[in-house]
DNA sequence: GCCGAAGTGTGTCCTGGATTGCAGAACTCT
DNA sequence: AGAGTTCTGCAATCCAGGACACACTTCGGC
């Protein structure tokens, strides 16, 4: 959706993402950059910290061994159909992560951004594990097989340990948002989940405001609530002055402000 | 509160669990033989999965190392006043996880049985981590110090791959119960946990039906309801004959039933 | 430019649970 | 055996958010 049709990174044909028209909402153009620097390591691997403590051999085997993909806007990257069986690295775009019930109703677990690893259960044995991924916008994602995997993995103890701070993190991650979600208003929900999003967020260099890159739905999806909520809890933050919309992004102008709702229990 | 005075501990003086009056409610005495059976095995460590691959040097040593201890029911094992700065063992005992929000309801993250291991955040680093613990029942409890931990552990790299397996299934339950919250209805939710519940509870071995030692309050906790709300999606359960109640326990009579329920949307 | 799609603003109605406030039943302790 | 606690059952009321149903706007493609 940002970049029609041209966007595969990994491979030779880099398009000039400079020819784009640029956008005019707003004196922002982060994303442009974002998508430049990326393109360039030819390495999937590097500058992943989870890999840091790879040497240069393994590193630069592993790298032959995965071919960089692109996935367009709303392909999916696994699924139940194709089980978790490797390892992703997501190079460039973004990908979403998340479950399904059976009424069809999806709530989002993550929104990951370039660098990101993920599918890592594979590495620690669950199988059945019924995640779906996306992607969002155009992305090109490295995959690492499962063999590859163990046989540079489980063999080193350092990136054992590596794994389980991801792990733990995560576990961390998932217990607040669970109590978030149990005991806490939508409103409050929003501004937590709008000033982690801002957080990780490729930070603009052009303005001193965080900038978060997302529909009012698909927020809503990580939020567990419907659009139309989220729509009427976000026009509300704006006209309080505590952000600013624009079609598909949002702008956060007084994080103090959403740190305070964030807190308050109504 | 269950017992008045007599906590001392790290000393030696276990008085015999054996001595108490059997309970009058049902055909049922599962726990005064899990309470008689754990009583036994002096050591901590044994039958406890994460250390079976330790050799049986390192486990004395850190046996010796980890006294057991006695909290009773209501006493809190750790929380932010004592962060969490070890490796807990629950030997005897029922331990409930819990967060708390500003406005001081609180979450309930698990209720551990005894053999659980709890306090691996340690593990991973996590420093801050606002959990609190605290006994349902009276408990014994062995702890590790941090230092023992590091030595004994993160030297092994079995150990590390243990620690990640523990961490990845509790990222896999806390997404399913993530979605579960976000978009199933109390009743669903009540059905699954009353079915997770009675998998992991100690299985009697006097009656075929599965049996849940827990009140509705404590169960409301687990769910992120109302004890009230809770209360009634029970006696509904009852009525249709899906489960029996006594007065802190839940006997599960239809198993299949309530996993249909669970399943539904409403 | 024009058109369709995607993203957003609102309004109404309706329901699942939270809240509050008791009351009776089952245990526990002394 | 009586007294205080703990657990469970109800009922009345309230309200945040879900479900629908549109209108409007912005964007990208042709």
Not at 40 to 45: A, G, K, Q, T, Y
Not at 56 to 81: I, K, N, Y
């Amino acid at each position: 959706m940002t970049a029609p049709g041209l966007n595969d990174a990994c491979s030779t044909t880099i398009l000039s993402a400079a020819t784009r028209p640029s956008k005019v909402w707003a004196p922002h153009e982060q994303e442009v950059e974002i998508l430049a620097e990326t393109g360039e390591p030819f390495s999937c691997l590097s500058a992943v910290e989870l890999f840091a403590d790879l040497t240069t051999q393994d590193m630069a085997a592993l790298d032959r061994m995965s071919p960089p993909r692109l996935f367009h806007s709303g392909e999916l990257v696994f699924s139940q159909a194709q089980p978790v069986s490797a390892l992703f690295i997501l190079k460039a775009g973004r990908i979403r992560i998340f479950r399904v019930a059976e009424d069809g109703k999806t709530l989002t677990i993550a929104i990951l951004e370039p660098g990101a690893v993920f599918g890592e259960m594979l590495l620690v044995g669950q199988q059945m594990y019924d995640n779906y991924a996306e992607a969002i916008e155009d992305s090109t994602v490295c995959q690492l097989s499962a063999t590859d995997v163990e046989e540079h993995f489980l063999s080193n103890p350092k990136m054992a340990v590596k794994i389980s701070r991801l792990l733990g993190e995560q576990v961390a991650r998932l217990e607040e948002r669970l109590t978030d979600m149990a005991l806490r208003p939508l409103s409050a929900r929003t501004a937590a989940t709008l000033l982690k999003l801002a957080e990780t967020a490729p930070r603009s260099r052009f303005t001193q405001s965080q900038s978060v890159k997302l529909t009012h739905e698909q927020l809503a999806g990580l939020l567990g609530a419907t659009r139309e909520a989220t729509s009427k809890t976000m026009s509300d933050f704006a006209t309080r002055n505590l952000i600013r919309q624009g079609r598909g992004r949002i702008l956060i102008e007084d994080s103090a402000g959403l740190r305070r709702i964030s807190r308050s229990t109504f």
